[in-house]
């Protein structure tokens, strides 16, 4: 079956730490999207990507950075500058540039220790 | 930067009766769609309604679209446990991405 897998489902970091967040999808969507969601608020944009090799910077990107090499993954790295990153992160993707709505991962949640 | 924003935050109903949340945005638009997302879960597409669209429906949902007011509402009709979520509107304008609202809590009672 097509979708988006989000790994893992849970993850813990020490201050200080870097922690890499996995996605990958299978759908052969072109554009894919990382946001983050804090208790009771909507989603923000980190980072979003429309072909391989490209991203552009979201609303909240200070502190995070990603990679996409290839079209099936965009992994988002939380790097020590991201002073308050414990919250719920959501992968998506999307075909024409989301005119069809987006496909959205089960989530990471990401708590600092 | 919130481009929709869904009202009311919260609303509890009986199993059986109609559920209908509003979705207001600020600037022009080329799309609005509505996701559900239960509780730690991601979000799942519903329904996306077009600007020259003003009505839209998909089983128990219904859309309404009013650009003229810059707003929307979504009508879940016969409302079921299952339905229980968090509902969010997005707005596109036909570019790379698309704004979430911060959502609606639905509760429905037993």
């Known amino acids: 079956d097509g979708g988006i897998t989000q790994s893992p489902k849970y993850l813990f970091r020490k201050e200080g730490q870097n922690v890499t967040l996995s996605c990958e999808q299978n759908?052969?969507?072109?554009?894919m999207y990382w946001y983050r969601q804090d208790p009771g608020q909507g989603l923000r944009l980190i980072y979003y990507s429309q072909i391989v090799n490209d991203f552009q910077k979201g609303d909240i990107a200070e502190g995070y950075s990603v990679s996409r090499e290839k079209k099936e993954s965009f992994p988002l790295t939380v790097t020590s500058a991201q002073k308050n990153p414990t919250a719920f992160y959501l992968c998506a993707s999307s075909m024409d540039r989301g005119s069809h709505g987006y496909t959205f991962g089960s989530g990471t949640r990401l708590t600092v220790v | 930067s919130q481009q929709g924003e869904e009202d009311p935050q919260a609303l509890s109903i009986q199993e059986g009766e109609n559920a209908t949340m509003n979705c207001s945005y600020k600037t022009s638009i080329n799309n609005l769609q509505w996701y559900r997302q239960n509780s730690g879960r991601g979000l799942v597409h519903l329904i996306l309604i077009r600007s020259n669209e003003r009505e839209k429906h998909s089983g128990r949902l219904r859309v309404t679209l009013d650009t003229s007011k810059k707003s929307s509402s979504l009508l879940i009709t016969a409302s079921r446990a299952a339905d229980t979520a968090s509902y969010f509107c997005?707005?596109?304008?036909?570019?790379?991405?698309?704004?979430f609202g911060k959502g609606t809590r639905l509760h429905i009672l037993p």
């Open positions: 997005a707005t596109g304008r036909g570019g790379d991405k698309i704004i």
């Open positions: 759908l052969n969507h072109d554009a």
